[in-house]
C-alpha cells in the first residue's frame, strides 16, 4: 500500500482469546446440571433390554453414561452439588407427565452432593416414577435458564453452568428446546446431549 506523504497511522488492538483452563484460573465456577430421561421409549425397567433396567448388580446404560461422563464434567464442578432433574415421568399417580422433577423428590433442592450419590438416588427414583412421555427437552434448559439469570441478577458473574441432558435421542419439543437453546446461548451455559 502506498500513501501520498509516505506515512500511515495503524492502530492495533490485541486481544488475547482465553481457554477454558484461563477461565478456571481466573476464578470461574464451573456448575454441572444433570437431566435424565425417563420416557417409556427406554422401555420397561424390569426388560433387560430396557436402558433404566435395574435387574442385576451391573450399572445399567444411564449409569454409566453418569458414571463415566459425569465424573469428567463434575471434577470442575466447584462445590460438588449437582442439581438433577428427571424429565418424561409420571410421579406419584399422577396422570400427567412432569418434564423437569428433581429426581431426589425434593423440589426445593434438587442437588445431590458427588456423582455416586447421583447414581443412589437415581435408582431410588426408578421405583417412584412411572416411565411415561413425551420427551421434551425445553422445560430443563429454561430452568437452567432461569437459575442462570437469577445468579446474574444477584451479581454473580463468576460462574459458568454445564447442562448435561442423557436422552434416547427423541425429542418431542423440537421448537420450543431450539428457543430455550437460543435463549441459553445469551447466558454463560453449555449444553451438552448425550444420546444413551
Partial sequence: ISF???TANIKLTLEKEYSFLDYLRGGVQINLTIGIDYTASNGKITSPTSLHY????????Y???IKSCGNIVAYYDYDQLFPV????????DSPQ?????AINMNDNNPEINTIDNVLYYYRQSLSQVI???????????NQVNIKTREN???????F?????????????????????????????????????
Fill in 63 to 65: 449409569e454409566i453414561a
Fill in 131 to 141: 416411565l411415561s412421555g413425551p420427551t421434551y427437552f425445553a422445560p430443563i434448559i
Fill in 85 to 92: 432433574y428427571g424429565y418424561g415421568a409420571r410421579l406419584n
Fill in 54 to 61: 435395574i435387574g442385576t448388580n451391573q450399572l445399567n446404560s
Fill in 97 to 101: 407427565a412432569n418434564h423437569c422433577f
Fill in 152 to 158: 446474574i441478577q444477584n451479581g454473580r458473574n463468576d
Fill in 4 to 6: 501520498p506523504n509516505g
Fill in 160 to 196: 459458568y453452568n454445564i447442562l448435561m441432558i442423557l436422552t434416547d435421542g427423541i425429542i418431542n419439543d423440537m421448537e420450543r428446546t431450539v428457543d430455550a437453546v437460543v435463549e441459553a446461548s445469551y447466558l454463560p451455559i453449555s449444553i451438552i446431549i448425550i444420546g444413551i
